[in-house]
């Protein structure tokens, strides 16, 4: 098995993808939020780059069906019901609605994945039932290819430290791994933080500008382990519970 982690400065090429599992993460804020919404009863997030195809796809449901969400530059996009706040995805907010969904980084990501495998949608948050999921999915071979969404076509240490530790995971015990360069540098830059990651908050430049807007709580939020036993596939243009059929 070949492990490949893309750090999120480059654009992820057809290849980098084709017949592989695929993990995306995006720890500030998207794949937390994903993960806590679906948790909450959502019945799916559907992934959008902009804002506008977001607003045109909303009208062709009814409007009690759905709800849009997302963020630029960190705030809920005028008109939108939900922000990118996990703490906004309660069970009252989202139970039994689709969230029709577009922020920065994360949406454009999971956009380029189309050729995988399979594709997981992972945070902290959801670490290990990811690393789980994956394992399971690679257990009859092929590649893995961990795609850091990075911040504004920037590396993110936040990402990049969630990297290492679920390739770490999911190598556990195996013996028939090849690490590219990518995969190396995740797992050194882990593990400093293997005992824990809320020092990821002072460490890392997006944690802090988040915090320094307003949005300390979201950040703790998102540099919690495991709190959800859940892992998000995306099949079919959908975000979804692994394990959980395709809505249609």
Known sequence: MRVDVLLGEAPVAPADVADRVVVV???????TTVATALASGARAVIPFETIEETIMRGKAYARGEVLLAGE????????FDLGNSPL??????VAGRTILYSTTN???????????????FAAFVNATATVNAVRDALAEGGDLTVICSGHEKHLALEDVVCA??????????RDD??????????ESVERPFM??????????????SLMAAGFADDVHACLTLDRFDVAVRYADRQLQLAGVAIAR
Request: glycine share 14%; aromatic share 4%; net charge positive.
């Open 88 to 93: 906004d995805y309660t069970q009252e907010a």
């Open 177 to 186: 791994v090849i690490r590219g360069d990518g995969a190396r540098v995740a």
């Open 195 to 208: 005992g824990g990651v809320v020092s990821v908050a002072y460490d890392a430049a997006h944690a802090r």
């Open 164 to 173: 290492g530790r679920l390739v770490r995971g999911i190598c556990d015990g």
């Open 106 to 120: 994360g949406t454009a990501a999971l956009t380029a994945t189309h050729g995988a495998r399979s594709c997981f």
């Open 72 to 79: 630029r530059r960190m705030v809920r996009p005028e008109g």
């Open 25 to 31: 993460i995006d720890v500030l804020r998207a794949a």
